[in-house]
């Protein structure tokens, strides 16, 4: 009897830890300054640590930007991420960090 109330509170955690997931409104930050409104997809941190999917509506196509494509994206009233090119394993690429707090000391996380 406890090892089925315990899966079954697993399921109910597991069902809501993915409910997350989906496009939410937001916007991307394109290297000319400009920025475009839109949803873009909310993933784990490693999948947003690396591509930003967007698209401009519910009915559109979603369209895959690197780091390389755009400055920064942020999903409204939740993440901000910036591309920013970092050195890993003695490897230099370009990964989106998550802007934790900006200020006079910018504090990033990646996964």
Known sequence: MKLRF???IALIFCVNAYSQYGFRPG?????DGTTEDGLINLH???????????????????VVFLPED?????ITNSKYFVSKKVT????ET???LECLI???ATIYYTS
């Not at 490693?46 to 698209?55: I, L, P, Q, S, V």
């Not at 755009?70 to 942020?74: G, K, L």
């Open 94 to 96: 370009n990964v989106f």
């Open 27 to 31: 916007y991307i930050e394109k290297h």
């Open 88 to 91: 890993i394993n003695g490897i």
């Open 6 to 8: 315990l899966l079954l």
């Open 102 to 104: 900006s200020g006079v």
């Open 44 to 62: 784990g941190s490693g999948f947003n640590a690396k591509k930003c999917e967007f698209k401009k509506t519910e009915e559109s196509a979603s």
């Open 70 to 74: 755009i400055n920064a994206y942020r």
